[in-house]
């Protein structure tokens, strides 16, 4: 369709070159008013639409190309390098086109990312995203709705809300659900605490023996129980919300490394006796480390017979609601308060886009704030549907449209199926890591993670009795627990820097630990194996050639 120009166009290359470079502060309004004109070319609208698309699809072009010429997950670039090489970029010099800025791209960003769809990557909870996703992401980045009230994102609210239905139905959380879309697992747990703190803290100004007392009185008797194994971000939640640290209580965890009923019960037990409130339960559908879902149904007893609330982080499990196969490791989250899904962990959605669940949409008034400015208390009457009203955020970027699209294009089992030969695959690397010899499995695994090390029986020039006595083996023969914990962080930083493959480190019991995060399903065993045969490899030769110690360096795996 051709359009009449708003204003008169200006050449690209011309005033990037001629005048972006001459043009200072101070000089004459005209060239000021000239390089204004010139920049409309860049705004994206009706006129400039032809620019968008062709502009656009240089950037994929440029992303495609470098997927395809790519063969490891990352290059082994050192901080130093790129510091160096992105610090010597003149921000105030733009470059003549969208062809230089991409080129110049490929040296700052594209040649060294780290690329998560490689089977190499295997650290942490970042997945391979599906293409329905990264078309939503080109579709919400260009309208740029915001999501925080009505007049700003119409058809994208009723989307959002649509989404937030859906996941609360197969949560099973009830008729009266609600939430919203957040940034992240680490942001949907905070909105969680803090809902579930001001609900304690509304009852608490009931009992007459709290008549006056300011909130930061209130917050002293307020604790929290979560496992030893949850995400960190629960203690920083928490500390945020003005309780402190030492507010949230650490259960222990059984040998499977989920949280222990018997010893929740004990430790609220505990807590009530000693004249505090217990506020909170968070239960977790997915540590980070081990994939444990923990018993929530027990959980759940527990906290609602002290009246406390249940609020389980599924950020990882929660992908399982998509399940063909293991689904019913989520039974219990339909006895939640609230929950938290992060869709770009096991709905391989591009970050970010996670929610919050709450069972009873009234709870979310907790974070309610009105502005007349924005969403006057008036319009929430008038049931005008601003997503704000709900959200500890503002402006919001319409994620939702990712998982929109995904589920129309893909359908949700699909996506369940995707994770389901996740966890597939870490059941057999776990087989083959338990018959290994040189490695120790932490535990079974249970989701798509497996915390192993590199622990081999060690040969060398010395005797088995001086090896012991040196300090670099136990009394099998085996490398010793010392050893080991300084042998593995070096293996891992070892590979690393090799840009061969990407691995995770983790602590069990104080003692380091590697760590393999499974979630791209194109990966085969013999992807992983080869991870494992290179661990192996480079642990030997570090063991082979380590000048640090006089002693290691007469020894060989």
Known sequence: MTTVPLLPRVDETYVDENRVSEILPGQDFGSRVELALAATNHLFNTRNSTRYVAQVLQGVNAVATKMDRTTRPFTGVEPAEMKARIGAVDLDQPLPDTAAALEELETVYLRDAIYFHDAKYAAHLNCPVVIPALVGEAILSAV????????????????????????????????????????????????????????????????????????????EKLRIFTSADSHFSIQKSVSMLGMGFDAVISVPCAA??????????????????????????VATAGTTDFGSVDPLADLAALARAYGAWFHVDAAYGGGL??????????????????????????????????????????????????????????????????QVDKSIQTTRRFDALKLWLTLRIMGADAIGALFDEAIDLAARVGSALAADDD????????????????????????????????GLTDAHGRLSEDAADTLNPAIRAAVFASGQAVVAGTKVASRH?????????????????????????????????????????????
């Open 144 to 219: 740029n709705s915001s999501m925080d009230t009505w007049d700003q994102s119409a058809g994208a609210t009723m989307i959002e809300r649509r989404l937030i239905d859906w996941t609360a139905e197969r949560l099973q959380l009830g008729a009266a659900a609600d939430g919203v879309f957040t940034s992240g697992g680490s942001q949907s747990n905070l909105q969680a605490l803090l809902i579930a703190r001001n609900h304690a803290v509304a009852g608490l100004r009931q009992e007459p023996v709290n008549a006056g007392l300011r909130l930061p009185a209130l917050l």
């Open 256 to 281: 499977d490394h989920k949280m222990d009923p018997a010893a929740l019960a004990e430790a609220m037990a505990e807590t009530h006796d000693a004249g505090l409130v217990p506020m909170a339960v």
């Open 513 to 557: 630990y590697l760590k393999f995060t499974l979630l791209n399903a194109e990966a085969t065993l013999e992807d992983i194996s080869a991870i494992i045969e290179l661990l192996r490899r480079t642990g030997a030769q570090l063991l082979a050639s380590d000048s640090a110690s006089p002693s290691t360096s007469e020894v060989s795996a």
């Open 321 to 386: 609601m998509a399940s063909g196969r293991y689904r019913h490791l989520l039974d219990g989250t339909r006895l939640a308060d609230s929950v938290t899904v992060d869709f770009h962990k096991t709905f391989f959605q591009p970050v970010s886009s996670s929610a919050l669940l709450v069972r009873d949409r009234a709870m979310l008034q907790h974070v309610t704030y009105y502005a007349d400015y924005l969403n006057p208390e008036s319009a929430a009457l008038a049931e005008i549907p601003n």
């Open 439 to 470: 490695f120790e499995l932490a535990a079974a695994p249970q989701l798509s993670t497996l915390v192993f090390r590199y622990r081999p029986r060690v040969s060398g020039a010395l005797s088995g009795a001086e090896l012991t006595d040196a």
